[in-house]
């Protein structure tokens, strides 16, 4: 499986930005997906993640309200969206993937990682 993530760039603070991750390859329906960040100087952080059975979603504490994860299957893409953003949610983002994973906010083994995306978001 092969993940790209896409959709970061430049936005104000409170903007919104929608990102991206497809994935390649026939399963993407039995991987359980998040979301982790990484700003300069500071460890990965998770930030939301989506269960490949159920559907059920999870997020870190911070992005509550603010962030939403979906999936679509048919398409092989996981998407966050993002409102109501703040210059401390300047970071790369990183899909990835765990194949019947539980949903766990940790990035230890996951199976795979895409490249991320840069999300910079001015005051």
């Known amino acids: 499986v092969q993940l790209q993530a896409s959709g970061g760039g430049l936005v104000q603070a409170g903007g919104s930005l929608r990102l991206s991750c497809a994935a390649s390859?026939?399963?993407?329906?039995?991987?359980?997906m998040s979301w982790f960040r990484q700003a300069p100087g500071k460890e990965r952080e998770f930030v939301a993640a989506?269960?490949?059975?159920?559907?059920?979603?999870y997020y870190a504490e911070s992005m509550k309200g603010r962030f939403t994860i979906s999936r679509d299957v048919a398409k092989n893409t996981v998407y966050l969206q993002m409102n109501s953003l703040k210059p401390e949610d300047t970071a790369t983002y990183y899909c990835?993937?765990?194949?019947?994973?539980?949903?766990?906010?940790?990035?230890?083994?996951?199976?795979?990682w895409g490249k991320g995306t840069q999300v910079t978001v001015s005051s």
């Open positions: 990835a993937a765990e194949r019947y994973g539980s949903i766990r906010p940790i990035s230890g083994g996951m199976d795979y």
């Open positions: 390859g026939r399963t993407f329906s039995t991987y359980t």
């Open positions: 989506i269960s490949w059975n159920s559907g059920t979603t």
